[in-house]
């Protein structure tokens, strides 16, 4: 089939080199005149794994070209697929639905054939009827044009995965005209057993940020089970592992940690509480706002338990960071967690030196003012307490002998509850986590040298000068 994605971010770029892998002739649509030069030299504008060879054989085929034309778009596709961003509205917590409207209302008019525009994107649920009364007003007369909503249920990391062999495929539909195009496109998903799911459009648009509040929900349950383990002495690991063998509840995302971020959890839980409002029943969802809040507490906590390591005040001291990104295996800062915590010490005065693997570019965009370093030593030479804040492999395979020999002080936070804490308590670490029993006195702050023995200006050894960006611009 000829299918449009218009759009080319997370979302839309892995759609479109996907769908044509998987034999359709697409074309990528992009207002980014930059991105779409990107992606056309099979360059992806972001870090995502196995994207890169995707988009290289899905070039090489033929298949696959990209436009900055709606205009082209409309003349070329028999099905529309809507990926563009659904951001928090500024000062609200309603969605921004402004780039889903101009995909509209730049591309109906254009229209000369039959057509099935398909949204991806995540909305407030009504979006769809709202929509189909729009293009009713721009389409030209005689051209049959219906909508449709398909939801998306992607995790960056494993984009590519998720895509190819979804566990499920959702599609909102008012015909069965709408639903058997569909169910041609995926036709290769559907031979292989994918659950497809034809459902109205309401139901389709509530199945995504349902998901994400469910999700959501776990994870602040999770973390604020973490807190009262800290009051209680209790361990938050086996606690998560004792309610993961039941079966109604399951160990995944029962991880205690640092809390979700990114571009679509936070924002989601808080437009889906909007839009209950609008509809009457935000009781019913008014627990996702106390999620949200236990969400936000585990970044202060973190910054707390870093505080108190280094004697109640970050003044005068070097911290190190590990991880910028929201998550591992992606280069997006969006509200991460780690990120905030960095610049939260940095607004309390501490000398804050970061690293991650794929994300200094675009934290260094987001927060200009912190240092970062390319590699995990330069980060963490002369720190008075590291933070570790992403759970990148890299991290859990670090030596902890090696990295308390160029550390001003032995002093973890591990706010992933990722690395062996046994391990670094017996290469002489202080180790804080969240949830789980630790040692009851903190050693104070080591200045001269201390038992590490580091000589410089600080104290302890010096660090590298320059900061150093790991990624050129995109």
Same mark, same amino acid.
């Given at each position: 089939?000829?299918?449009?994605? +218009? ?8 759609? &479109? ?15 980014? @005149? ?16 196995? *994207? ?6 899905? *070039?090489?085929?033929?298949? *696959? ?8 778009? &409309? ?57 189909? @009364?729009?293009? !009713? ?11 449709? #909503? ?55 648009? *509530? ?14 349950? +999770? ?28 160990? !995944? ?23 209950? %409002? ?50 591992? =295996?992606?280069?997006?800062? %969006? ?26 570019? =675009? ?15 330069? @980060? ?11 759970? #990148? ?11 308390? %020999? ?11 509850? =990722?690395?062996?804490?046994?391990? #670094?308590?017996?290469?002489? #670490? ?33 660090? @590298? ?10």
């Amino acid at each position: 089939m000829r299918l449009t994605v +218009i759009g080319t971010g997370y979302l839309g770029a892995v759609h &479109a080199a996907c769908m044509a892998d998987i034999g359709h002739e697409v074309l990528g649509v992009d207002v980014d @005149a930059e991105k779409i030069r990107a992606l056309t030299e099979g360059r992806p504008p972001f870090f995502e794994p196995g *994207l890169d060879e995707v988009l290289t054989r899905a *070039l090489d085929s033929g298949r *696959l070209r990209f436009s900055t034309s709606l205009s082209e778009a &409309a003349a070329f596709g028999e099905v529309h697929f809507v990926c563009v961003g659904t951001p928090q509205q500024a000062g609200s917590d309603a969605a921004d639905l402004r780039h889903v409207d101009a995909v509209i209302d730049g591309l109906v008019p254009h229209l000369s054939s039959p057509c099935l525009i398909v949204g991806k994107s995540t909305v407030p649920v009504g979006t769809t009827p709202r929509i189909a @009364a729009r293009l !009713r007003g721009l389409a030209p007369e005689g051209v049959d044009v219906e909508v449709a #909503w398909n939801p998306e249920f992607l995790r960056e990391g494993f984009a590519v995965e998720d895509t190819l062999r979804p566990d499920r495929l959702v599609a909102g539909v008012t015909s069965p005209r709408a639903d058997g195009i569909l169910r041609e496109v995926y036709a290769p998903m559907l031979d292989a057993g994918i659950p497809y799911i034809s459902t109205d459009p309401a139901t389709a648009e *509530l199945v995504k940020v349902a998901a994400n509040s469910f999700l959501a929900t776990k994870i602040s349950f +999770i973390n604020a089970m973490a807190e009262v383990c800290d009051a209680a002495g209790a361990d938050v690991s086996t606690l998560a592992d004792a309610l993961g063998h039941d079966t109604r509840i399951g160990r !995944r995302f029962l991880n205690a940690g640092l809390g979700f971020g990114g571009g679509c959890l936070p924002k989601d839980i808080r437009a889906f509480t909007a839009r209950a %409002r609008e509809l009457g029943v935000g009781e019913a969802v008014s627990f996702l706002r106390q999620v949200d809040d236990i969400n936000l507490r585990q970044r202060l906590r973190t910054v707390a338990i870093a505080r108190d390591l280094v004697g109640g005040a970050f003044s005068g001291h070097r911290i190190a960071v590990l991880g910028a990104t929201f998550k591992p =295996n992606s280069d997006d800062v %969006r509200d991460s967690p780690a990120l905030a915590v960095a610049a939260a010490v940095h607004r309390e005065g501490g000398e804050v030196r970061v690293h991650d693997p794929e994300g200094i570019y =675009n934290a260094h965009l987001a927060h200009p003012e912190l240092r970062y370093e390319d590699d995990v030593l330069t @980060a963490c030479r002369g720190a008075d307490v590291v933070l570790h804040l992403t759970e #990148w492999s890299q991290y859990r395979e670090a030596d902890p002998v090696k990295l308390a %020999r160029v550390v001003c002080a032995p002093r973890l936070v591990d706010a992933r509850n =990722n690395l062996d804490a046994g391990l #670094w308590r017996s290469a002489g #670490w202080t180790v804080r986590t969240l949830g789980r029993p630790g040692p009851a006195t903190v050693p104070a702050p080591q200045r001269g040298g201390g038992a590490l023995g580091h000589s410089s200006a600080r104290g302890c050894a010096a660090p @590298a000068e320059g900061a150093v960006l790991s990624r050129a611009p995109k």
